[in-house]
Nanobody, 120 residues
C-alpha cells in the first residue's frame, strides 16, 4: 500500500514562511519526487522536484524563495517556502514517481493536497 501524507499548510501574511512535509510509505524506489500546486481556476503546475541522484529543478516563480529537500531515513519530502506572496496561494500536492514494494512497475502517486493561503 502506497501512501503520501502532506502537512504544514496554513495561512500566512505576505513575506512569511511555511515548511511543507510529505511522508511517503510503501515505495521501494523512486525516480523523482516533487511539489505541485493548483489555484482555483488554474492548471496544476510544477513548483519543484528532486531526482533520486539529488538533482533539483524549480519553477521560475519560486527560484530563490523555495527550497526542496528530502530525508531518506525518514522517507520525507520537504518544501521550505520563504518570502511568500499572495499569488502563492494554492493547494500544494506531493508527488512521487516510483515503484511500490510489492510491484515491479513505476507509477505516479499523489497526496491529497494541503492548502496554503497568503493574505493580509
Amino acid at each position: 500500500q502506497v501512501q503520501l501524507v502532506e502537512s504544514g499548510g496554513g495561512s500566512v501574511q505576505p513575506g512569511g514562511s511555511l515548511r511543507l512535509s510529505c511522508v511517503v510509505s510503501g515505495i521501494s524506489s523512486f525516480n523523482a519526487m516533487g511539489w505541485y500546486r493548483q489555484a482555483p481556476g488554474k492548471e496544476r503546475e510544477l513548483v519543484a522536484k528532486i531526482t533520486s541522484d539529488g538533482r533539483t529543478n524549480y519553477a521560475d516563480f519560486v527560484k530563490g524563495r523555495f527550497t526542496i529537500s528530502r530525508d531518506s531515513a525518514a522517507n520525507t519530502l520537504y518544501l521550505q517556502m520563504n518570502s511568500l506572496k499572495a499569488e502563492d496561494t494554492a493547494v500544494y500536492y506531493c508527488n512521487v514517481n516510483g515503484r511500490p514494494s510489492f510491484y515491479s512497475l513505476t507509477y505516479d502517486y499523489w497526496g491529497p493536497g494541503t492548502q496554503v493561503t497568503v493574505s493580509s
